[in-house]
């Protein structure tokens, strides 16, 4: 089989550009769609190799076709020659094999392709040499810069004075008093109250209660709730109305009298309060382990995000626009590993948007926004390993292929067997291990800082070495930012 390969000349495929413009999200705006750059691959099959596709051709015909005399499937080929001839076999060979030879050029001409190819049959359909074209749309190399200047917020691993206290505030109300005050209710008060919630004068089932305690600021029931009782003293009798927070032009009519107007106020910390409340024999170590404990679980975060911020600071660099193949084949991989996991929940995604309130617009569009972010970090971690010669050994492959033999539940050898010889052979697997490790140096390079734009010292975000008893909270940090990771994870595998 010989393969040829040739640039495509812009100008012969404008005609097929200006025909896909196509409607975006159904929402009747017209886009110009944005394509990667192509090639045409011209492969020559030679009648040796094509012969063996015909033979496999008759096998299969063998086994539909009723030959008086044989047994089905045991028909030899000259005569099933006799009875249908060989144009039949020759259509079937080249249905079924033409993809394979395609493949195989794609393969044997290192072809990065990102969407199916336009085929086109130039000569053999009827005898001959076969020959076929295949214009493939590919992925574009970008020149990245400004990488070496990123700077990238996380969340400050080290708890201020002011959160640690915050943290101890949340044991010391544990045991705090209602106190009632002689002043207007503020956010975070108790108040006393007689609520009633009506629509259209009928009785709203649990919005009806006499001396109910309710958080002044938690939201517990609408917003215009609780901006009314913000100011509000005993005694004073609201009327209002607030839109009903599911229904829509529903308006629920609110009666509320304030009986009390209470005050939390928190128990003295001392040693004697944190011997009795908590595990511990003194403030001070009940503050140490506080800070101890904050610093873990932030450490934890400040990593994750440190990685996915890096991610997303990356692909704000790029200024290219991304083909729309890379762009919706990133959309249909996110939407069905999405519809693995509700599936795994027993709902669909039909449900769960109804559930969390999405609308299919807004939910296409978030969609094709993250795409977008995974193809551009695609293409600039692609970048930055030609910039900066990340190499990969076979040591490197190696430790993936028992990576993924260990997630597929086979051997390396077998696992290695089946990549070489019935798939894309080891360069994708070598080009992903080169954008990971263009990631972690990316991460070591940036310059970090918090919120507020001060620097962040790399040696706060070493992790510690976990105790028995610090694995709960290593776990629950790790899981804080699930989906970030789990969105970076299918940025690096692009």
Request: charged share 30%; with cysteine; aromatic share 4%.
């Amino acid at each position: 089989m010989k393969t040829t390969l040739t640039p495509v000349d812009p100008a012969e495929l404008d005609a097929l550009d200006n025909s896909a413009e196509e409607t975006a999200d159904g929402a009747g705006e017209q886009r110009e769609r944005t394509f990667g750059p192509r090639v045409k691959l011209t492969v020559e099959v030679d009648q040796e190799t094509f012969e063996k596709a015909i033979e496999e051709a008759f096998r299969k015909i063998a086994k539909e076709v009723r030959v008086p005399g044989f047994r089905k499937g045991k028909a030899p080929r000259p005569v099933l020659e006799s009875h249908i001839g060989t144009g039949y076999a020759r259509a079937q060979a080249l249905e079924d094999a033409i993809p394979g030879y395609y493949a195989d050029a794609v393969r044997a001409e290192a072809v990065d392709v990102i969407a199916a190819p336009d085929l086109s049959l130039t000569s053999g359909e009827d005898d001959g040499l076969v020959c076929f074209e295949a214009v493939v749309e590919t992925r574009p190399t970008i020149s990245l810069t400004g990488y070496a200047d990123l700077e990238v917020e996380i969340p400050n691993p080290t708890p201020s004075d002011e959160e640690v206290q915050e943290q101890i505030d949340v044991q010391l109300r544990q045991t705090a008093e209602l106190v009632d005050v002689e002043r207007p209710a503020t956010a975070g008060d108790q108040v006393s109250i007689d609520i009633a919630g009506t629509v259209d004068g009928e009785a709203l089932p649990g919005l009806t209660a006499d001396d109910y305690l309710y958080s002044v600021g938690s939201g517990g029931i609408v917003e215009e709730v609780d901006s009314q009782l913000e100011g509000a003293s005993a005694g004073d009798e609201l009327s209002f109305s607030a839109d009903h927070p599911v229904q829509e032009d529903v308006s629920i009519d609110f009666e509320i009298t304030i009986n009390a107007v209470k005050e939390e106020v928190l128990p003295e910390l001392d040693d004697e309060w944190v011997e009795e409340n908590t595990e511990h024999d003194s403030v001070e170590q009940l503050r140490s382990e506080t800070i101890q404990r904050m610093k873990m679980m932030r450490t934890f975060q400040a990593n994750a995000a440190m990685r996915e911020n890096t991610a997303t600071a990356l692909a704000a660099l790029v200024e290219e626009a991304v083909p729309d193949s890379m762009v919706n084949g990133e959309m249909s991989e996110q939407l069905q590993q999405l519809a693995m996991r509700l599936q795994g929940q027993g709902m669909n995604l039909e449900t769960w948007m109804q559930m969390t309130g999405q609308d299919p617009e807004s939910f296409t569009e978030e969609l094709r926004e993250a795409a977008e972010r995974s193809a551009k970090v695609d293409l600039a971690l692609r970048s930055i390993v030609e910039k900066e010669t990340i190499s990969v050994d076979d040591s490197d492959v190696d430790e993936e292929l028992e990576r993924m033999a260990e997630q597929f539940q086979t051997s390396t050898h077998d696992l290695r067997h089946q990549i070489e010889d019935h798939g894309d052979g080891l360069g994708p697997i070598q080009t992903e291990i080169g954008k990971r490790k263009a990631l972690e140096w990316l991460v070591t390079e940036v310059k970090l800082v918090d919120e507020d734009g001060n620097p962040i010292n790399r040696e706060d975000l070493e992790l510690p070495d976990l105790t028995e008893s610090d694995s709960d909270v290593a776990t629950d940090s790790a899981t804080v930012d699930t989906e970030e990771e789990d969105d970076l994870e299918k940025d690096e595998e692009q």
